[in-house]
């Protein structure tokens, strides 16, 4: 089993920036891959970003390209979101998850091919 936690959210402004963590612990040496997820209250919960756990391979949602950036520490099994120039339609709850190692060494985009989740953070954007 994999455990996550995210932390790192809060109220903020438009304009302003953000850095999300997403701690791994139990057997994350069995994790191919992290992604962040948000969810908008009333809305369905959409793919933002994921990098690969070991070739650090990155994929952006439209909405986040240059303005999120996903990285990771392995000494830390920790996955970051770095969110700049935050607006408020970013508001969401968001969720890491992780997915297995797997023959096909693929970062999916739908929250239906992740294997582990976190219990979120709030981010709220003001305007």
């Known amino acids: 089993q994999v455990q996550l936690q995210e932390s790192g959210g809060g109220l903020v402004q438009a304009g302003d920036s953000l850095r999300l963590s997403c701690a791994a612990s139990g057997r994350t040496f069995s994790i191919y891959g992290v992604a962040w997820f948000r969810q908008a209250p009333g809305k369905e919960r959409e793919f933002v970003s994921a990098?690969?756990?070991?070739?650090?391979?990155?994929i952006y949602a439209d909405s986040a390209k240059g303005r999120f950036t996903i990285s990771g520490d392995g000494a830390k099994n920790t996955v970051y979101l770095q969110m700049n120039s935050l607006k408020p339609e970013d508001t969401a709850v968001y969720y890491c998850a992780a997915i297995k190692l797997t023959l096909s060494l693929a970062l999916p985009v739908t929250e239906g091919s992740y294997d582990y989740w976190g219990r979120g953070t709030q981010v709220t954007v003001s305007s």
């Open positions: 990098i690969s756990w070991s070739s650090h391979n990155t």
